[in-house]
């Protein structure tokens, strides 16, 4: 699930996953309504994401290997 700010400038991503497949890796989540253009910054890691790729290859994933896990990742686009 995705939130995006009136602005464009924030989106907080809430990812969610039941159940883990045996020898399956989360995939990228595609986000939406990016601006290509941009970079945008992971507020809890300090990873930089490209705008272009988020769209077209999609956020990477870090869930706990756990059944049931979530995480919550919230990304400022920067100044620029």
């Known amino acids: 699930m995705q939130y995006l700010a009136p602005d464009g400038r924030e989106t907080?991503?809430?990812?969610?996953?039941?159940?883990?497949?045996f020898g399956h890796h989360d995939r990228p989540l595609p986000l939406r309504s990016l601006d290509p253009a941009a970079r945008y910054l992971d507020a809890l890691t300090g990873a930089v994401h490209h705008g272009a790729v988020l769209l077209s290859?999609?956020?990477?994933?870090?869930?706990?290997?756990?059944?049931?896990a979530s995480a919550l990742v919230h990304l400022v686009r920067e100044q620029g």
């Open 12 to 21: 907080a991503v809430i990812v969610l996953r039941r159940a883990r497949r």
């Open 57 to 68: 290859q999609g956020l990477p994933l870090d869930l706990d290997a756990d059944d049931y």
